[in-house]
């Protein structure tokens, strides 16, 4: 009896899948109720309360970069926001560089110009192989060594570049401004459904039209025209040296641009080999067909080369965007206010929540790591190849 | 006449020609790009060799300090002071471990190629030994560095620089390894439970920052951990390390399982063998083998991803450096010390990037 089940134990497949399994469920729980036992006793141990009360407590320290109101009265949850919008605006505007820039390198990379591609391949070599930790480092450092306040270059006589940032003129939109950012949004809505009709007829007629420049000039003009109905409502804030600093106008602080060279320019080198190996991948049939079909070389470029490029780039391409939002939480080596700096590294030190702050910190990295892999495979399903039904 | 035809036969005229001068656009991006290597070198070179200092002064006075660099002397007239890194050598390679112990440092990183080169090449006689010897260095290397049993012991805040970053680097790689294969193995098993543990594991991992990571194991490691056992702080950057490394392997070694045809595994089952039987010996050796060179792009990744662990306050390599241009003796050196950092770095990785192109043309003739 008991050697049967024995046998079945060892050779049913699925009794023994069963066991392994249970057994494997059982260990876990085992392993994290010893471990919760044991953090609980250490945490009373040392006088440390759980839960998640200390967000409404003062923060007490100060952030300078931020985009939303914050002081240093202000509680931990409006830290943890203004450093979640830091570490955003990082993402973003890091990902935009990055993207085109390396899209810029690796075209460069496939140019038949011996000289030029190899600038463009001692580039990629030299900055992959770096670590972006070092490279922001070095690159913060230099922006440091930009001119005092008082000796600040000064650019078209509204730029100020100093070591404690780049000064330039902030808008200040009056009345009626609104109108002409809806005007602009709406000649883009626009442009879409032209180019829809446009395409339409040229499918039906054969006949081309003019539709990037008649777009472009729609584009550009129906804001400006507006702006000038409206009787040109928007000022400009310029900063004027006061003391030791400028008074009003924006700065962009040599922190944020520190993150944003180092990540960009690190992240852009390997983009620029996803591009590079993408257009390498479109056969060279499909470049010599559209030749022979008489084709402009920037129209291969564009109809024929590209899509079927982006087919190819799209995932590698994501996987980067999601390497460099991960990357901008090295900004707490440089002071950049992100969410690592400000409340996974100060508001840790001061409340000593650790459990409570870093599961928050990861659980948003997780959500933003799961946003961008959702949007990019969108995009990605939008573009990949359709087979006809 | 005869002389001129001649000369556009010369190969090396066609070959700038085709390459340089192709059309007349191609021309002005060639001369333009010379001009910019001309600046950028001359620049780069005048800067690093040959108006630098390097043990002694413009005046021939040995460098003891920063007051003795020629570039201090007469500002903006002398290039870089290497004196700097020539000081602090030991720093920048052993970190704080005592001078008259170096040798044992040295003996691991001799012996650090003889554990690696079985793994790299597979056609080494004797490749076995040497892979058994791979799986020993650990022990012996921690055994050498940190000491005990008739060596004094070193403990791991006296090491740093160079050594911190190779001991986690290499150290991190081996011990995710295995674990990575279980991961891999687990994430395409036909058991639920063991599936969702690897795939919640591999992707949380994988969702989040190497420094979140790093925090949590240097905060939260001794919260869940009994009172007496207290794991150092190299310690437990290993294990942050050891973990995020893993995850990404296991993904490097799912692609190679995946592609590795189904009929290889029936055919291994036809023939009687258990699922270990067949992992082992059929379907693990084609796997690995295609999936080497994504795996060593992770090896990269993480060698570069280990000076991250100058933010929790250890000392590799460039936190050494961090440290070495906050002294007040030589201060304002930053771009001697991080283009030195950058220099070993680069040497590392591009040495690695080059193996992994290596093996990628071989797998391919190997194929074909």
């Known amino acids: ?389 | 006449m005869s002389s001129s035809i001649s000369f556009t036969h010369n190969k090396y005229y066609s070959w700038c020609r085709n390459n340089l001068f192709s059309s007349w656009i191609n021309g002005i991006i060639t001369i333009l790009s010379i001009y910019f290597i001309y600046e950028v070198s001359s620049f780069f070179l005048n800067w690093t060799i040959f108006e630098a200092d390097f043990v002694n002064n413009f005046r021939g006075e040995k460098i003891t300090d920063r007051t003795f660099c020629s570039k201090n002397i007469e500002p903006g007239q002398h290039g870089a002071c290497w004196a700097i890194i020539i000081v602090r050598f030991h720093q920048f390679i052993y970190g704080f471990y005592p001078v008259e112990e170096a040798w044992r440092v040295n003996l691991v990183y001799g012996l650090l190629p003889f554990a690696l080169v079985g793994i790299f090449f597979d056609n080494l006689p004797f490749r076995k030994y040497f892979i058994y010897f791979t799986f020993l260095f650990p022990f012996i290397g921690y055994f050498l560095l940190y000491g005990g049993a008739g060596l004094d012991v070193v403990g791991t805040s006296k090491w740093g620089g160079l050594l911190v970053t190779l001991f986690l680097g290499v150290t991190g790689i081996l011990l995710a390894f295995p674990l990575s294969i279980i991961l891999a193995l687990g994430r395409r098993s036909k058991m639920p439970v063991i599936k969702t543990i690897c795939i919640i594991f591999i992707e949380f991992i994988r969702g989040v920052p190497l420094i979140t990571l790093l925090f949590t194991a240097n905060v939260m490691l001794p919260l869940f951990l009994p009172e007496g056992v207290r794991p150092d702080n190299l310690l437990r950057a290993l294990v942050a390390v050891t973990l995020f490394q893993s995850a990404y392997m296991a993904e490097a070694i799912r692609g190679g399982l995946q592609a590795i045809p189904k009929g290889q595994l029936e055919a291994a089952q036809s023939l009687g063998l258990t699922y270990w039987q067949s992992t082992r010996k059929i379907i693990l050796p084609q796997a690995l083998k295609i999936s080497i060179p994504p795996i060593v792009n992770t090896c990269i990744g993480l060698f570069k991803d280990t000076s991250l662990v100058l933010i929790i306050g250890l000392f590799d390599l460039l936190g050494v450096g961090r440290a070495a241009v906050a002294d007040i003796d030589w201060a304002k050196l930053h771009y001697e010390v991080y283009v030195f950092i950058s220099l070993v770095f680069f040497i590392f990785c591009f040495g690695m990037s080059r193996y992994s192109l290596y093996l990628e043309k071989k797998l391919k003739t190997d194929n074909s």
Not at chain 1, 24 to 44: K, S
Not at chain 1, 204 to 228: D, E, R, W
Not at chain 1, 297 to 306: A, D, E, F, G, K
């Open chain 1, 1 to 389: 009896m008991s050697n049967s089940f024995l046998r079945k134990l060892i050779f049913d497949e699925k009794i023994r899948s069963l066991v392994v399994q249970t057994l494997i469920i059982g260990i876990f729980a085992l392993i994290i109720y010893l471990i919760t036992q044991q953090t609980a006793y250490n945490l009373e141990k040392r006088g440390i309360g759980t839960g998640f009360g200390f967000l409404n407590m003062s923060a007490g320290y100060d952030i300078s970069i931020r985009l939303i109101p914050y002081t240093s009265e202000s509680t931990h949850f409006r830290a943890y926001l203004v450093g979640l919008i830091n570490t955003l605006m990082i993402s973003i505007c890091g990902c935009f560089l990055a993207t085109i820039l390396g899209f810029l390198v690796g075209i460069i990379r496939l140019s038949s110009n011996w000289l030029f591609r190899n600038i463009a391949y001692v580039y990629v070599e030299f900055t992959r192989n770096v670590p972006v930790l070092l490279q922001i480092i070095l690159y913060y450092t230099i922006l440091l060594y930009l001119p005092k306040i008082k000796q600040a270059l000064v650019l078209f006589d509204t730029f100020y570049i100093t070591n404690r940032g780049i000064y330039s003129p902030s808008p200040i939109f009056k009345d009626g401004f609104s109108i002409v950012a809806w005007s602009f949004v709406i000649a883009i809505i626009f442009t879409i459904f032209l180019k829809k009709y446009f395409k339409k007829k040229q499918d039906q007629t054969g006949k081309q039209y003019p539709i990037f420049y008649v777009n472009s000039a729609l584009i550009i003009f129906t804001p400006i025209i507006f702006y000038y109905i409206m009787g040109m409502p928007l000022d400009f804030d310029h900063p004027i040296l006061k003391g030791f600093n400028f008074k009003g106008g924006m700065v962009v602080r040599p922190e944020f641009m520190g993150m944003l060279l180092g990540l960009s320019i690190y992240t852009a080198a390997f983009i620029s080999e996803t591009v590079r190996s993408g257009i390498m991948a479109v056969s060279k049939g499909q470049r010599e067909a559209s030749q022979a079909l008489g084709l402009k070389n920037n129209l291969v470029l564009r109809l024929i080369v590209i899509p079927q490029a982006l087919r190819v780039i799209i995932p590698p391409l994501t996987s980067q965007y999601l390497n460099l939002t991960k990357n901008s939480s090295l900004g707490i080596a440089i002071g950049y206010a992100d969410l690592v700096h400000g409340f996974g590294g100060i508001s840790l030190n001061q409340t000593g929540k650790a459990i409570e702050i870093m599961s928050m910190v990861m659980i948003t990295y997780l959500t933003i790591s799961l946003t961008i892999s959702l949007f990019m495979n969108i995009y990605n399903k939008a573009v990949q190849f359709k087979g006809n039904a």
